[in-house]
């Protein structure tokens, strides 16, 4: 069973926000809602590095331990969605995340706090997969088409990779041995260290530390 | 059965009444619905779903969505330059 996962590779991302413009476009996401952003360190300064970042589908996720009506729930393939339906736009899963992926439309004359919004991974939500109702909710259903996240299938440079867990982590490892820097960084082993089984193992380039 | 008794008992019956009317009611919170998995397809326009797999084979499902994502690895479709 597939776990879906998202990376970002800071050392390609461009910064042109074609993650976040698909987001938008593909789940009709609403003005002052924002599934997806890129965060840029050190803007401006040379070496910069932009990372896009959204709903990390967290394995032990911290917004459904917080929250206080149990709305969110976690599909076979490892993706953390929610029912709006049981939501009450209490804000917990926001203080509660650390990539401040939970979102919250305002609406209403007082700018009302509207029910939590978030990247779904392109899975929809509990509504019946494709239907009118889980579009107007939760946006397009992709995964359920045999598709991947809008975003990392229009990266253009392919900085934001989405997919099966161990296939995305092949390709970084891949490509980070490759690139023949980065993976002397510290917990590099643990997150990348183990090839899946019958993965291609890439060539280690001579007299760089892998 | 006496004036007093039947105001008492009239009594009793409103009270119980007052007492018992919660029971009818509905649990206020929503219940969280059950999701369908991903493979066994969309119910929307098919002119969308991706060529390669059939709505309902879990095993295609996962090899498409497999090969979806190697599809983002350039280094498969060229070698590799050190």
Partial sequence: MARMKFICDAERCIECNGCVTACKAEHDVPWGVNRRRVVTLNDGVPGEKSVS??????SDAPCMAVCPVDCFYRTDDGVVLHDKDVCIGCGYCSYACPFGAPQFPSNGTFGLRGKMDKCTFCAGGPEANGSTAEFEKYGRNRLSEGKLPACAEVCSTKALLGGDGDVVADIFRNRVLVRGKGSEVWGWGTAYGRPATGAPQPAKPEGKKS | MSPSMRSMTALVLCGAAIALAACGEKT????KKSDVPAWQGSTGAS?????G????????????????????????RAAAQP
């Fill in chain 1, 53 to 58: 970042v959204a709903c990390m589908h967290c």
């Fill in chain 2, 28 to 31: 206020a919170g929503a219940a």
């Fill in chain 2, 47 to 51: 002119a969308y779903m991706a060529n």
């Fill in chain 2, 53 to 76: 797999w059939k709505a309902g084979d879990q095993t295609a499902w996962e090899q498409q969505l497999r090969n979806r994502t190697q599809g983002q690895n350039e280094y498969s």
